[in-house]
Structures are given as C-alpha cells and as structure tokens.
C-alpha cells in the first residue's frame, strides 16, 4: 500500500511507446482509510489525464505473509474501484505469468525481467522503483496476450 506503480504504453502491433510511468506512495502516518483513498483518487487522476484503453493489473495469488495480503488486497480493491469508474477492461497477470511472458521462464530473476522491459521498450533506462517496473512489465505482458494478438493479426 505503501507504493503503487503504474505505467502508460502505447502499442501500435509492432512498437512499444512508453508514454508516462510512475507511482503513487502513501505515506504510513496516514491511516489505512486516507491511504486508499489517496491511491484511489491520484489513479482516478491518471486515468483521467492519459485515457487507457485497458488497464493490466498484478494478479493476487499466494502470500506467505498474512500481515501483507490484507492491505495489498485493499489496495487492489481500489485500484479495480478506480478502474471500474471508468469502464476500462482489466487483465490480470501473476508475477509467475509476468516472468514466463517476458522471459519465457516463470522463476526470472527480477534483474533478469528489467533487462528484458529494456529490450521491449528499446531503452536502457528505467525507472528507479521496482514497483514502476513491475507495471511497465505487466502492461508488456497485455500487449503480448491473445486480445492484442486478435486485434493486430490482419
């Protein structure tokens, strides 16, 4: 909850354009209620600037840690909420699913997947947050999927 990245792309079936990325952060003195509601309204403000299409969201799968899943769950609801507000589709991807679409193995190393957002986006710098990475790895992961696919094969 602490952080939330997110990324703008544009595809156009053969080039990546990465338009905007960055995060929201929330700050811990604020209570759990104003920190949804801060990443709740700056997403809404994003959507709003940069008008996506789709959004692509990490995907909830396993946690270990029982301290962690309820607030990155709550900070998913929002998330969705915000989405929602606007009609957008959502695809979800889980971390595995991001490291074999990108890498083509499912255990990637993190630095491993930031060198391969480099190559897809035909840059070699990124941002400096792993959370702003990891969107702009999810959103790739979108515009490699059987939708995008369908919508370029003509």
Known sequence: MAIVGYCILEYDGKTLTLLHSGSIQTSKEDNEGARLKEIYQ????VIDKYKPDVCAIEKLFFFRNLTTVMPVAHARGVILLAVEDFGLPVYEYTPI????????????????????????LSTDNLPKLD????????????????????KYKN
Request: proline share 0%; hydrophobic share 40%; aromatic share 6%.
């Open 131 to 150: 959370d702003t990475v990891d969107a702009i790895a999810i959103a790739i992961c979108y515009t490699r999927s059987n939708a995008v696919f369908d």
């Open 97 to 120: 699913e991001v490291k074999q679409i990108l890498t083509g193995y499912g255990r990637a190393t993190k630095k491993e997947v930031e060198q391969m957002v480099k190559i897809s």
């Open 42 to 45: 700056d997403l809404k403000t």
